[in-house]
């Protein structure tokens, strides 16, 4: 029975040979995506922990506040053996390009003071000693094109700079967790510019960000930080140097972890792809070789032998589709990893647990994909070898099943389309959607068969389209089957696109509103977090022509409402700003700051609050201030979602702004005196509304630039398998071509008849998963946005580029099964039993 199992697998060698790399691309994005967790998490874990701080002292929110005189004051404590300041500092570094470089850490942290402790590690050249001197970041320099002895531009507070000579390069040791924008919490950034001592309390600020301690051997740290604990008021952070070493530990877990999360959902759905394409070729092996089994079963083949040679033989496709998958998931990883983290030294590392998984994977996936079509092949009776016909219809439980579906689905969507709803409702619409995309999978067959027959029937002159067509229509099973692994994909595809056009339309409309086209915004270059200076207000005041402007400073904080609390960015600024140099479109109050606070319509449906009723916002570990929601407008979830007024901050918050905006009597004569004014600030981006359109699209575009990617690999997965079901579908029809061979038909005639076979079945499954998720895109956009389900925006480019792709993808895939078409043999194809 193996034996003939197994002879019967080497016999139809390129039949293995696809289903083999459609189980490998699966694995492939599976190991891939496991590797470069691995590989991030043995760098984090392996990298370097200083050992030398016993004690360490910071002060409260982001400004530095600690002073010579606390330094010296901690010096003295009982086990000090040394008291180390360290100077935290803005600095922007200049790159080759002339341009603002872009570093991990935000300017207003990157510069601080050189030390002879475990901070920083030489890698070229000698420390900074002197003015005029400084010593650069390796990885920061390397990128911005820089190099020891160089002289370098360095952007410091109050727009003041500096041209030092590069003298070093250095990695850096971190005490505590990273810190890539300024938090209230113990936290130590990785600095991009390290200067002397004096020249950095000149330069950056003469107060400490931090005090370290080192400790005299045999000294308790709890009995320092206990005594340290008791100099500095309770906002202070006093913690051990081996706290601050766990947490950094911690938080690199939790990175990981995050990654891990997002990666392997991908991969997921690749596999999941792969196991249809698996499925399907196995239900038209299991079709085909029923007359084989029949005859097993009628020379004394019992079911069981026959179900475990099929599961045998899946478990042979699954091992050496799961070692190729392997081998090509590990060879991919460090490009995956030059991609997701570019400016970091990733050690590449393959656990064993990697490997482990792709196996598994591989087999378990495979021997699933293939257990149906193995129980149906042991049922197959005796009396089944008589047959000649194998086609299979639409099935009436697969019917109802998907009907079923696709009602309860809809039921769920319209139940929960009010856009004030609640998370829980939004949940159960995300969960419709997914109902209804399994249902119209169910409903394939049903509507290949009620699509392609007819259209099969049509006069079409064209010999080659009308036999492509009617050979479609002829298995409505196998061909829904084959289009649904296209469906899958491109589905996913088109619900992505949909809720990122829509994005992409919201974030416009949004911004145009609320920003009038009169008004000039100033950005950090930096990006990210990285934050303007106070400086920047005063020189826009200054300017001849600017009467307004206005400073947004858009921060995380704690918010606490009558139904609990919750975590949203809000934006503290002049009450004078709304209606000025912002015009946020009120839906309802008024946009007066000074009675309360102004909250997007979105949040309020979210938070259920309304006009009245109080938010408690925990602006920093002292300041918490309660205000009545006094105006609601219309906003997205790419913009603070409260304003605030900027007099109820505390000051150290009035420095961070991540925006100014500022306008005047003749709007062109004020954007050009400030374009003058700051055209040689290479820290400072000048731009308008359409620049923060600009960049919100480009922001969101980024993010599904990984799922599209993703996404492109499990559609080429199901390319795979129309090619495997044509070269199965030629071996089923030898004696069919073989006739029309033998009547006059040209092998250019069978080659148009496959690939018109070929496009037909890979269009239906893009217009299906067009059909599903367009409709799946505009319940996440309702879902995720809070906005109404006709609001969503058709995602036209994508649905093109996936037409023509996957039409130019199916023409190719038939050249292999066209070719082999032709090949044979009049004779011996008519005489084929």
């Excluded at 690199?252 to 959902?265: G, K, R, T, W, Y």
């Amino acid at each position: 029975m193996l034996k003939s199992m197994f002879r019967d697998l080497l016999a139809h060698r390129g039949r293995a040979a696809l289903m083999l790399l459609a189980v490998a691309l699966g694995v492939a994005a599976t190991v891939g995506s496991w590797v470069v967790s691995d590989s991030i998490a043995s760098t984090l874990a392996d990298r370097e922990v200083r050992r030398d701080v016993g004690v360490s002292v910071q002060g409260p929110g982001t400004r530095p506040v600690l002073t010579a005189a606390d330094r010296d004051r901690l010096a003295e404590l009982p086990g000090v053996a040394r008291a180390e300041g360290v100077v935290v500092g803005r600095a922007g570094l200049i790159g080759q390009d002339g341009k603002l470089a872009r570093t991990a850490t935000v300017l207003d942290r990157a510069g601080t003071n050189w030390s002879s402790d475990q901070r920083f590690t030489v890698t070229a050249g000698h420390p900074p000693t002197e003015r005029g001197q400084v010593a650069l970041n390796r990885t920061d320099a390397e990128s911005a094109g820089i190099a020891v002895g160089d002289s370098v531009q360095v952007l410091l507070a109050d727009g003041r700079t500096d041209h030092p000579v590069v003298t070093a390069l250095f990695d850096y040791r971190q005490l505590g967790p990273d810190a890539i924008s300024a938090v209230d919490r113990s936290s130590d950034a990785v600095p991009v510019v390290a200067y002397p001592p004096v020249t950095a309390e000149e330069l950056l600020g003469s107060d400490y960000h931090r005090i370290e301690l080192s400790l005299a051997e045999g000294t308790s740290p709890e009995a320092v930080r206990t005594a340290a604990r008791q100099l500095f008021p309770a906002d202070h952070h006093v913690e051990t140097g081996d706290d601050l070493a766990a947490e950094l530990a911690a938080n690199a877990e939790s990175n990981v972890l995050d990654l891990m999360l997002i990666m392997l959902p991908f991969a997921a759905v690749v596999l999941l792809v792969g196991m249809f394409v698996i499925a399907n070729t196995f239900t038209m092996l299991i079709t085909q070789r029923t007359r084989q089994f029949a005859l097993l079963r009628a020379v004394g083949a019992r079911k069981r032998q026959v179900r475990l040679a099929i599961v045998l033989e899946a478990c042979l496709l699954g091992l050496a589709g799961g070692t190729l998958g392997t081998l090509a998931g590990i060879a991919l990883a460090p490009s995956l990893v030059a991609v997701l983290r570019p400016d970091e030294e990733i050690e590449f590392t393959v656990s064993p647990q990697a490997v482990l998984l792709g196996y598994g994977v591989a087999v378990l996936g495979t021997v699933l994909a293939a257990y149906s079509s193995a129980r149906r092949a042991a049922a197959v009776p005796p009396v089944a070898a008589m047959r000649t016909d194998n086609a299979d219809e639409p099935g009436r439980l697969r019917f109802v099943l998907g009907l079923g579906l696709l009602v309860l689905a809809t039921a769920l969507v319209l139940a929960t389309a009010d856009p004030s709803g609640s998370n829980t409702a939004r949940i159960v619409a995300l969960a419709g959607a997914v109902l209804g995309a399994i249902g119209l999978i169910l409903l394939a067959p049903l509507l290949a068969e009620r699509i392609l027959r007819p259209l099969a029937r049509i006069g079409l002159r064209r010999p080659a389209l009308r036999l492509g067509l009617r050979n479609a229509a002829s298995n409505p099973r196998r061909t829904a089957g084959t289009a649904s692994a296209i469906t899958v994909g491109v589905a996913l595809v088109c619900a992505f696109g949909t809720l990122s056009a829509t994005f992409s339309g919201l974030i416009a409309s949004t911004i145009r509103a609320n920003v009038p086209e009169t008004s000039t915004v100033l950005q950090s270059a930096a990006g990210g977090d990285s934050a303007l200076t106070p400086a920047e207000a005063v020189r826009l005041r200054e300017l001849p022509g600017v009467t307004e402007v206005a400073g947004s400073r858009d921060v995380l904080v704690e918010v606490g409402y009558h139904g609990g609390k919750t975590v949203r960015r809000i934006s503290l600024i002049e009450p004078s700003a709304l209606g000025t140099v912002l015009t946020p479109t009120l839906t309802a109050g008024t946009t007066d700051l000074t009675r309360g606070v102004v909250v997007s319509k979105n949040q309020a449906d979210m938070l259920k609050v309304g006009l009245g009723d109080q938010l408690t916002l925990e602006l920093d570990a002292t300041t918490t201030i309660t205000r009545p929601v006094v105006g609601v407008y219309d906003a997205t979830e790419l913009q603070a979602a409260i304003f605030v007024d900027v007099a109820d901050a505390p000051e150290s918050l009035h420095d961070q702004m991540t925006a100014l905006y500022a306008t005047g009597p003749d709007p062109g004569l004020a954007r050009q005196a400030i374009e003058t004014a700051f055209r040689d600030r290479p820290d400072v981006l000048v731009g308008d509304r359409e620049t923060l359109v600009e960049q919100g699209v480009a922001q969101q575009a980024l993010g599904f630039a990984l799922m599209y990617a993703m996404f492109a690999v499990a559609i080429l997965i199901a390319v795979f398998g129309v090619v495997n079901m044509l070269a199965l579908a030629v071996l089923e029809r030898t004696r069919e071509i073989g006739v029309l061979r033998a009547i006059g038909a040209a092998r250019g005639l069978v080659r148009r008849m496959i690939r018109v076979e070929s496009v037909v079945i890979s269009i239906f499954g893009t217009l299906l998963g067009v059909v599903i998720g367009v409709p799946a895109g505009a319940v996440m956009q309702h879902a995720m946005f809070g906005q109404r389900l006709l609001d969503f925006q058709v995602p036209h480019t994508v649905i093109a580029a996936a037409l023509v792709g996957i039409s130019l993808a199916a023409v190719a895939a038939a050249v292999l099964p066209a070719r082999r078409a032709t090949q044979a043999d009049i004779l011996t194809a008519i005489s084929t039993d």
